[in-house]
T-cell receptor, first 115, second 112 residues
Framework: ETGVTQSPTHLIKTRGQQVTLRCSSQ?????VSWYQQALGQGPQFIFQ???????GRGNFPPRFSGLQFPNYSSELNVNALELDDSALYLC??????????????FGPGTRLTVL | KNQVEQSPQSLIILEGKNCTLQ??????????LRWYKQDTGRGPVSLTI?????NTKSNGRYTATLDADTKQSSLHITASQLSDSASYIC???????????FGAGTTVTVRA
């Protein structure tokens, strides 16, 4: 167990709906990164939050947005869901921005299915 | 094109046997390379991390090697166990920013 928790575990939505996924970072960590992992693929970087500010973003459209709270927990929001958004969404926490030298600890993920 | 390529895509081995997974990368400038183990439907768990100056790193029955000149890494699993059945992901970090570049993973199935 890494100490990173995510909720919910599974979620089913329909096209056009909106979804919010939640992540609680490991104690002492101030950085949260979000990844999308399609079946059979490696994780794709969505964005990172460091001390409540977005600290970088991957190639995802604006309908993917996020928040980080003062306790360093985080939310990933996806609007106007599309079928291709079906994936495992992973949250990873680390103790400093960048994660270059500091290991990212992953949560168990949220499996999102869009019908 | 993905900057981290892993091979094989999948493999099946008998319990007790050894296997080697490959990772080739084009990420530059390079900071470090990590191998993660991901059980089905779970988040990845770190096995090893190596900087460009390290050639080998072990974690129990897992041994990773790195050749920064040829930009190749391997993960060797010794005396495989049923619990080794998982996806193994190679992750390379850029040295000038936060970005991690993930391979697609190698799915290992260990059979009794």
């Amino acid at each position: 167990e890494t100490g990173v928790t995510q909720s919910p575990t599974h979620l089913i939505k329909t096209r056009g709906q909106q979804v919010t996924l939640r992540c609680s970072s490991q104690s002492g960590h101030n950085t949260v990164s979000w990844y999308q992992q399609a079946l059979g693929q490696g994780p794709q970087f969505i964005f990172q939050y460091y001390r409540e500010e977005e600290n970088g973003r991957g190639n995802f459209p604006p309908r993917f947005s996020g928040l980080q709270f003062p306790n360093y927990s985080s939310e990933l929001n996806v609007n106007a869901l599309e079928l291709d958004d079906s994936a495992l969404y992973l949250c990873a926490s680390s103790s400093a921005a960048g994660g270059r030298w500091n290991e990212q600890f992953f949560g168990p993920g949220t499996r999102l299915t869009v019908l | 094109k993905n900057q981290v390529e892993q091979s094989p895509q999948s493999l099946i081995i008998l319990e007790g046997k050894n296997c080697t997974l490959q990772c080739n990368y084009t990420v530059s400038p390079f900071s470090n390379l990590r191998w993660y183990k991901q059980d089905t439907g779970r988040g990845p768990v770190s096995l090893t991390i190596m900087t460009f100056s390290e050639n080998t790193k072990s974690n129990g029955r897992y041994t990773a090697t790195l050749d920064a000149d040829t930009k190749q890494s391997s993960l060797h699993i010794t005396a495989s166990q049923l619990s080794d059945s998982a996806s193994y992901i190679c992750v390379v970090t850029y040295s000038n920013d936060y970005k991690l570049s993930f391979g697609a993973g190698t799915t290992v199935t260990v059979r009794a």
